[in-house]
């Protein structure tokens, strides 16, 4: 099955922006070299990394890096294969393995009648400045603030076409130079009396005009609680160390 949520997680995972420098203050200097009592010297903000397309696509994962991942279901861009986005956006969606819970063939008879497949998805992009990487994180934050406390959507409101109800949080995130937010809800879909039970979580980070983040979406039969926390944490840890 072709995992029905990651054209709309392309557009979720809007987020980024940078951060400004300081300058010296002549005054101060000035009054200091006379003799007069001076203030002490300002501090300098170094401005943030200017990154490259190469270098976000060179730093996504393979599938080895991803515990968990049995394939990688498409990377974009790919020897003009597959294409998504522009020549500012990197992405990889990886296939995860299923929990083995009860037979082999109850597993494989669950698997087979998903509605969403277990997956992960790495996306990179860079912004024509500042400013739009912050409006662009700021819209995404708000979009996941509606998944935040307890809701009820349509299937037309949900963010992979299928009715969704569940509740979830929305934290502030850290990592290094790179600040952005964790969305982790826990949901229930219904389509054609074929249920399912999911974690749903996106890491979204920026530092200066790129931005990146992890989205990954399970069945929660089997797993742990935090399990699809944990990992898009994980990988977008491992990501960014990787762009270091």
Not at 106 to 135: P, Q, W
Request: proline fraction near 4%; glycine fraction near 10%; include cysteine.
């Amino acid at each position: 099955m072709v995992v029905r949520h990651l054209a709309v997680v392309l557009a979720l995972i809007a987020f980024v922006a940078g951060c400004g420098g300081g300058e010296s203050d002549d005054g101060a200097k000035g009054a200091a070299s006379s003799g007069s009592p001076s203030s002490a010297a300002p501090t300098t903000t170094a401005p943030p990394r200017i990154f490259t397309i190469h270098e976000l696509k060179a730093a996504l994962p393979e599938k080895d890096d991803v515990p968990g991942a049995t394939s990688v279901e498409f990377r974009c861009p790919e020897d003009g294969k597959k294409k998504c986005g522009d020549d500012t956006s990197v992405t990889v969606a990886l296939t995860l393995a299923s929990v083995v819970v009860g037979s082999a063939e109850d597993t494989e008879r669950r698997a087979g009648s998903a509605l969403v497949d277990d997956s992960a998805l790495v996306n990179a992009l860079i912004f024509g400045s500042d400013a739009e990487a912050e409006t662009n994180m700021a819209e995404s934050r708000q979009s996941a603030q509606e998944f935040a406390g307890s809701f009820d959507f349509t299937e037309s409101k949900s963010s992979f076409g299928l009715p969704e109800k569940g509740s979830g949080t929305l934290d502030d995130l850290a990592i290094g130079d790179w600040t952005g937010y964790v969305s982790a809800r826990t949901s229930h879909v219904d389509l054609d009396g074929k249920t399912q039970d999911l974690q749903n979580v996106l890491v979204a980070v920026r530092n200066g005009t790129a931005k990146a983040s992890v989205n990954v979406l399970v069945d929660s039969t089997g797993r742990p609680a935090e399990f699809a926390t944990d990992l898009a944490r994980a990988t977008l840890s491992d990501y960014i160390e990787r762009l270091s």
